[in-house]
């Protein structure tokens, strides 16, 4: 199976924390991303980070998640923090062989999860 799978999800209190995981154990891929679409918005990027470790974030969050892998387990995680109503989205797990913060960059997508932050 390539196709990522995302776990973690849920239902958070404004402020609260939630850790999000992608597990792309059967496949051999260099880079690993996040991305979140919220209902009538385009999917937009999260971060993003290479087999190396490299990490990427998007501008506007880069103060409040944090990414993060398992190479040996091919699982990474998305830390949330402080999260705030307007984080309330889909949250989508990509993987691929390039790196970068649009969705042509990834050839494989998990399915989704919701994160709901209530106010």
């Known amino acids: 199976q390539v196709q990522p799978v995302e776990s973690g999800g849920g239902l958070v209190q404004a402020g609260g924390s939630l850790r999000l995981s992608c597990d792309a154990s059967?496949?051999?891929?260099?880079?690993m991303a996040w991305f979140r679409q919220a209902p009538g918005k385009e999917r937009e990027f999260v971060a993003a980070?290479?087999?190396?470790?490299?990490?990427y974030y998007a501008d506007s969050l880069k103060d409040r998640v944090a990414i993060s892998k398992d190479n040996a387990k091919n699982i990474a995680y998305l830390q949330m923090n402080n999260l705030r109503p307007e984080d309330a989205a889909v949250y989508y797990c990509?993987?691929?062989?390039?790196?970068?913060?649009?969705?042509?960059?990834?050839?494989?997508w998990g399915l989704g999860i919701q994160v709901t932050v209530s106010s």
């Open positions: 990509a993987t691929g062989y390039g790196l970068g913060t649009l969705p042509v960059d990834y050839n494989y």
């Open positions: 980070i290479s087999y190396a470790g490299s990490t």
């Open positions: 059967r496949a051999t891929i260099y880079a």
